[in-house]
Each structure stands twice: as C-alpha cells, then as structure tokens.
C-alpha cells in the first residue's frame, strides 16, 4: 500500500467534489476505492450540500436500481437509499392524508365504539378497505384491539402490525 502524499491530499480536498472519480484517476494514480476511503478518512463527501436535480428524482421515481442511479450521478449508494426512502414516505403520505380527513377525533370512551357511521370502529373499516400492498398508517397503541377487530373482517386481504414510536403501532397491507 503507497503512502498518500501531502500533494495528492491537496488535491482530493480542492477538487473531489467538483471532478469525477474517474478524471481525480487520471491525476491520481490510485484505484476508486483507494480516492473514495482517503476522501472519507479526509472527512471530505461528494454530495453533501448538492440538490437532487429532476433527472435524478426522476430515476428514483422510475425505480432504476440503486447501483445505476449511483453509477449515472455519482452519489453515494447511502445517499441514493435516503432519498428513495423519502420520496416513497412522500407519496405514500400524499395516499393517506387524502384520508385522514375522515378521521373523527374524539376518543372513544372506555375502549367501547359507539357504530354509528363517525365512530373509530367505521373509520379503521373504511381506512383498512382503502388501502393497497404497501400502504401504512399509524394509529395509537390504546386502539390495538379495535383496529384488529376490523382487520379480521377482510378475506383475502392481509395486514401485519408493528409497534412503532412509544405509544404507537404501524399496520401495513401485506396482501
């Protein structure tokens, strides 16, 4: 292994993140993975304080694979599964909250619905009959039983809970 240079640390530091790896390459005679440890070691990031530009979004929206999104922009493989992550947790949201108007918010009192059509019971029905795979709400943990309740009446629909934040639970539509 050859020592890095005072020289060529200058160099990654003044131009890493404005050059691709492959040009830093050509002046560097060091493999990618030698430029990217060096850089990390030397706390420098490519893409840290740059905006995803459309394109980029685009791709992630398109569901290319990870590794060609970060082959084509030169992100990182991290920075690409955050901002996938993101922008899912964006859309799935824009889902529910066309729902979560329905959502009556007075508590049910003494864990017992009162079936008339505002009651918490109807809501998880008609939330639960609304999803697609995929989708997700949180609900709080006192409401458990009720919401499992509601989950049985699907045939050929299934549904996975999951505790999340304290005092919350997640379900997700599974098939």
Request: hydrophobic share 30%; aromatic share 10%.
């Amino acid at each position: 292994m050859k020592k890095w240079t005072k020289e060529e640390e200058s160099f990654l530091v003044d131009n890493y993140r404005e050059l691709s790896i492959e040009e830093i390459m050509k002046v560097i005679p060091r493999s990618k993975d030698a430029i990217r440890w060096r850089a990390k070691a030397l706390g420098i990031t490519r893409s840290r304080g740059e905006s995803w530009t459309d394109k980029e979004i685009k791709m992630i929206e398109e569901n290319y694979s990870i590794s060609e999104i970060c082959r084509m922009t030169g992100r990182t493989y991290t920075s690409v599964v955050k901002k996938r992550r993101i922008i899912e947790n964006r859309d799935k949201s824009k889902k529910i909250n066309k729902l979560s108007g329905f959502f009556d918010k007075t508590p049910i009192e003494k864990g017992i619905p009162n079936m008339n059509i505002y009651s918490k019971s109807s809501q998880y029905f008609y939330l639960l009959s609304q999803m697609e795979i995929g989708d997700s709400f949180e609900y709080p943990q006192e409401e458990h039983s009720l919401l499992r309740n509601q989950m049985i009446l699907f045939e050929g629909k299934k549904f996975q809970t999951k505790r999340w934040i304290e005092g919350s639970r997640r379900v997700w539509r599974i098939k």
